[in-house]
């Protein structure tokens, strides 16, 4: 007996020494478990993470095609006890134990898919306990982290999130200039390859046009005949024409003066008709002079028609037919209008085509961009408005009626077709020769353009542009303040008017930007 008692004493003594020693031994590795503990509590997260979002996966996966499963079972057999039940019905009496035992049957599948409904049920508990348990597991790890790193959720949901806006705004702004520089390239160089062709592919003379017209004769004995007694003869074509008739010593010819085309012709050819008749008195004269404007008229009408057909324009309004018609009888600084007009349509089907446009449509407004010229009563109108107000009459389409407006940018663009007639329009008419000026002084003139500008401080270039219709001039952004711009375009309009005498009228265009460069190496 006091042998165990001396054993039992002996044992508790070891265990207190031995509980002692464990609690020495555990405060001496306490550090270095907090710190294993530290280093590992990340990877454990991270490890629960996955698993949590896996096992959920799996879970919500299983369960969706189990309870697919099912249901598909449960419909089947719905069907098919419809269905027998159906055929039962049919058969005879005999058939009855048949039916009974599909019934049978079907009570018990009913009883099995209960069994499985039940399953699902449990299982869809579990898998919410499961969910349950992850969220607060997952809370749990937030707060460690919160704990270890110093920062909450949010603090350090900011700063990811503004790292990654900087870093994105400097990928954007390197995307988007390589891709403007880029842009700007192909655009300049398509450009250039649109134009060139659609030059290279329109072969049309130089229209230039005088306001006078020389009427050939046979003889000069025709002369006085035409003079008439004391001239009353001449003076009654001039009286019923209004055109300055010149007989002089040039041989064989009488020269027909006005600034008026129409006039001009229907002079030149009542003069045809009385020279040819013979009989040449002011009461025949009045007669064919009469008969001629007829026949000018109708003459206007076949021109417009042969123009529209010639360039395959349909639908158009007889009276802008007819005004297209009277185009061959006017000019434009020496061009012939209806030429002019006829290469500007050919151009801007040609530059549309190549642009993917409407061909036919760009023809339509390069035909009747220059339609507001053909009155004979001058307005303070400008002739792109008059045109585009026109065309709104005769029930042109909305596109049309801008390009015509737009051309001498009178309104703003709102189709692609009115750029096109404005360039077509500046390929025809502010080419060298196409117009009557000299080379020389047309070269001249655009030098005093820019001359003018650059005896203005402030002015670091100066272009003449669109055949001396615009002076663009570049300032320092340094020395010449957005009024100063505004001041220095008005006073330099001021000196070309002033200064310089120029048909039509010039617009001053002064620019002032500011840039930023900087290279990243």
């Not at 842009?183 to 229209?207: D, F, M, P, S, W």
């Not at 009461?283 to 360039?311: F, H, P």
């Not at 307005?379 to 389409?397: D, N, S």
Request: hydrophobic share 40%; aromatic share 4%.
């Amino acid at each position: 007996m006091d042998n165990i008692i001396f054993l039992i004493i002996a044992a508790v003594a070891g265990l207190i020494l031995g509980f002692i020693i464990a609690k020495m031994m555990e405060r001496s590795k306490a550090s270095e478990i907090v710190r294993n503990a530290k280093k590992s509590s990340e990877s454990i997260i991270r490890e629960a993470k996955s698993e949590g979002e896996t096992i959920k996966k799996d879970k919500i996966l299983q369960a969706k095609e189990k309870f697919i499963e099912l249901k598909s079972e449960h419909e089947k057999v719905i069907l098919s006890r419809d269905k027998k039940i159906a055929e039962a019905e049919k058969r005879t009496r005999d058939k009855e134990s048949q039916v009974s035992n599909e019934l049978s049957k079907g009570k018990k599948l009913n009883v099995e898919l209960e069994e499985k409904i039940k399953n699902y049920d449990k299982r869809n508990e579990y898998l919410e306990k499961k969910q349950s348990e992850l969220k607060k597991l997952h809370k749990s790890q937030v707060q460690q982290l919160e704990v270890i790193s110093g920062l909450s959720a949010e603090e350090a949901k900011e700063q990811l999130v503004e790292s990654l806006k900087e870093q994105a705004k400097t990928d954007s702004m390197t995307l988007i200039q390589d891709t403007i520089e880029e842009a700007k390239l192909t655009a300049q160089q398509e450009a250039k390859k649109i134009v060139i062709n659609t030059i290279q592919r329109i072969g049309t003379e130089e229209a230039i046009e005088n306001c006078v017209s020389v009427f050939n004769i046979e003889s000069d004995d025709v002369k006085g005949r035409i003079i008439g007694r004391e001239g009353r003869n001449i003076r009654a074509i001039e009286a019923a024409t209004g055109v300055e008739i010149i007989v002089d010593d040039t041989p064989e010819a009488i020269i027909l003066s006005c600034f008026d085309s129409v006039r001009r012709e229907v002079a030149r050819l009542s003069l045809h008709k009385l020279v040819t008749d013979g009989r040449i008195h002011p009461a025949r004269i009045e007669e064919v002079v009469r008969k001629t404007r007829k026949q000018i008229d109708e003459e206007i009408i076949e021109v417009g028609k042969r123009t529209v057909i010639d360039l395959g324009i349909h639908g158009l309004h007889p009276e802008l037919i007819k005004t297209i018609g009277r185009m061959k009888y006017r000019s434009s600084y020496g061009q012939n209008l209806l030429q002019h007009s006829r290469e500007v349509a050919k151009l801007c089907g040609v530059m549309a085509a190549e642009l993917g446009l409407n061909p036919k449509l760009a023809k339509r407004a390069g035909l009747l961009h220059d339609i507001g010229k053909v009155p004979d009563t001058e307005t303070e109108v400008p002739h792109a408005i008059l045109g585009m107000q026109w065309a709104e009459k005769y029930g042109e389409k909305p596109e049309v009626c801008n390009a015509i407006g737009a051309h001498h940018d009178e309104v703003e663009m709102t189709s692609l077709i009115s750029p096109i007639i404005q360039v077509c329009d500046a390929i025809s008419g502010a080419r060298p020769g196409a117009r009557r000026q000299v080379l020389d002084s047309y070269i001249q003139r655009l030098k005093d353009l820019e001359e003018i500008a650059f005896a203005f401080d402030g002015v670091k270039k100066a272009y003449a542009i669109q055949a001396g219709r615009e002076l663009r001039v570049i300032v320092e952004s340094e020395k010449v303040n957005d009024e100063r711009a505004a001041n220095l375009s008005f006073e330099i309009s001021q000196k070309v008017q002033t200064d310089m005498t120029y048909p039509g009228q010039v617009k001053v265009t002064v620019i002032r930007e500011t840039r930023a460069v900087n290279i990243a190496k």
